[in-house]
C-alpha cells in the first residue's frame, strides 16, 4: 500500500525523498561495511527503520530520554523549547529529531537521526557517539543532508531489470 506524502514523525514532516524512498523499498540497509565506511567511529550495528510506524515508536524514546534528567545527560537529548539554552550538537534536541536507524544489539542504545535544526526539508543527519568518550554520547554529523546521505549510499538509484525474454 503507498503512502502519501506528507508523513509525520514527531509533529515534522519526513522529507519528501526518506517518502519516496519508503515507498518503493528503497530505504534499505547498505551493509555494515558501507557504514563502518562512512562513520568510522561508529562501532555497533544499526538496522535501519523501513517504516513509518517504526520510526514513530522508536524515535519516541527521544523524548523519554529528554525528559529524564540522568538520560538527558547521558545520551546528550534535550527539548529545545524547555532547554536554558539553544541545544546544539553534541546534544540532540529531541523535538527536532526523527530516529531513522537504531542499534542492532539490544541494548547499545545507539542511532542515527535526522536532525531538523538546519533544513526542514533536506534535514542533516547525526548518529551517536559513545565510543570517544564511553561516560556519555555525542551526536555528531554523518552528512550535511539526507539527500547526500542517499547519494553516499546509492539509495535513490533504481535498478532497470530485464524484461521477460530479454537476453544480456
Known amino acids: 500500500m503507498r503512502v502519501e506524502n506528507p508523513l509525520h514523525v514527531n509533529g515534522l514532516v ?3 525523498l526518506m517518502t519516496e524512498l519508503l515507498n518503493t523499498g528503497r530505504w534499505r540497509h547498505p551493509g555494515d561495511e558501507v557504514l563502518r565506511d562512512l562513520m568510522p567511529w561508529f562501532e555497533s550495528p544499526l538496522d535501519f527503520l523501513t517504516s513509518v510506524e517504526w520510526m514513530r515508536r522508536e524515535s519516541g524514546s527521544l523524548a523519554v530520554f529528554a525528559d529524564d534528567p540522568p538520560s538527558s545527560h547521558l545520551f546528550r537529548e534535550a527539548r529545545g523549547s524547555t532547554a536554558t539554552a539553544s541545544v546544539e ?5 529531541a523535538e527536532q529529531a526523527v530516529l531513522i536507524a537504531v542499534n542492532r ?5 545507539v542511532a542515527m537521526a535526522l536532525d531538523y535544526r538546519t533544513d526542514a526539508a533536506d534535514p542533516q543527519i547525526v548518529a551517536s557517539d559513545f565510543w570517544t568518550d564511553p561516560q ?3 551526536w555528531r554529523i ?3 543532508t539526507f539527500s547526500q546521505l542517499v547519494e553516499i549510499l546509492q539509495l535513490g538509484n533504481v535498478v532497470e531489470r530485464p524484461s521477460v525474454g530479454d537476453v544480456s
Do not use: Y
Open 142 to 144: 554523518v552528512t550535511p
Open 89 to 93: 550538537l553534541p546534544w540532540l534536541d
Open 136 to 138: 556519555q554520547c555525542s
Open 105 to 109: 544489539i539490544p541494548g547499545d542504545d
Open 14 to 16: 519526513l522529507p519528501a
